[in-house]
């Protein structure tokens, strides 16, 4: 062996790590399966950016790849917590930076897949989180326990418009924290939200269907969840904390089964109510990733679905170099 053989190859600089590719979108647009074939197709692995995946045994209702449809693409950051765990984006940043951070290191293409539009700003871009103040969140907390969401939501509303309009008035978690947000630093709490500055080179593609389309597939979704089991899959969950959890109890799907599980509703009003939930969430994903100039979009319709690969593949070529 001679010395250059020898000499230890430099790390990578910043300008030659893989760029981070993004697949986003509303729910049931075809993000998963896309980004399995551009992951197999760049050398790359998927990290989850869908934070209802991230729960242990919350499989059919969060409509999880299976091994099989993951054709071998390592996934990551499925399957991390247990039901009872509170949803944390800090926390969620933190691990897909430490995922995202070392596949670059080791010279793979990370794919981040999902649509929970905070959790994929907060891997992304530059983005830092208030604290919390324990008496602040209390005082809070008690009051939502007291008044119900409504009143709180309807708080939020006139100090935070734009954060009134984003935040579901039954959502009592999140305008809590968006509370206690504004009262901590004293500025809105849309405030605190990040620019458009990414702390990776990255390439957003967004999977576009049209409204009429997408109900439809949300629709067909629904009941092939219930088919394939979904009231057994709450039922079991049920049994390890699920209605106790504050994130996971609220998720689609499982917020209703729960709700028939009581005998608060019967089984189809949970099933269509799932369905209205779903559309509404939809259109809710679809208006926050619009807002973002980064975002290349690309037609998922059933009649461009052959197609999209190829053009996602076409949009990606330059950017990413083996």
Not at 264 to 271: I, L, M, N
Not at 284 to 295: G, H, K
Request: charged share 25%.
């Amino acid at each position: 062996m001679n010395a250059a053989d020898s000499t230890p190859h430099p790390a990578r600089t910043p300008s030659q790590l893989p760029p981070v590719v993004a697949v986003v979108g509303p729910t049931a647009a075809g993000k998963s399966d896309l980004g399995v074939h551009l992951a197999r197709e760049l050398g790359g692995e998927v990290v989850n950016a869908d934070s209802m995946q991230l729960y242990r045994g919350m499989d059919i209702g969060t409509a999880k790849l299976t091994v099989e449809e993951r054709q071998g693409v390592p996934h990551h950051l499925l399957d991390i917590w247990d039901v009872t765990v509170a949803a944390s984006v800090a926390e969620y940043q933190r691990l897909a930076r430490a995922e995202i951070d070392r596949l670059r290191a080791e010279g793979r293409v990370p794919v981040l897949v999902g649509g929970s539009g905070l959790y994929v700003r907060g891997a992304l871009d530059a983005m830092e989180f208030p604290g919390t103040d324990p008496a602040v969140r209390a005082r809070l907390e008690a009051e939502l326990a007291e008044q119900g969401p409504g009143q709180l939501h309807a708080r939020l509303a006139g100090a935070d418009p734009d954060a009134g309009r984003a935040i579901l008035p039954s959502n009592g978690r999140r305008i809590v924290r968006a509370l206690e947000v504004i009262e901590i630093t004293g500025r809105p709490f849309t405030a605190n939200l990040p620019g458009h500055e990414s702390v990776y080179d990255t390439v957003q593609i967004g999977v576009d269907v049209t409204r009429a389309e997408l109900d439809a597939r949300i629709a067909t979704r629904v009941d092939r969840m219930w088919e394939a089991g979904l009231v057994d899959e709450v039922r079991a969950l049920e049994a390890e904390g699920l209605r106790e959890g504050r994130t996971a109890s609220r998720a689609l799907g499982y917020q209703q089964v729960l709700a028939s599980l009581a005998g608060e509703c019967t089984d189809e009003a949970a099933r269509a109510e799932t369905v209205r939930a779903t559309k509404r969430f939809a259109r809710r994903q679809d208006s926050w990733f619009r807002r973002d100039p980064r975002v290349r979009w690309l037609s998922g319709a059933a009649a461009d679905r052959a197609e999209l690969p190829g053009r996602a593949m076409a949009l990606l070529t330059g950017a990413v170099t083996a």
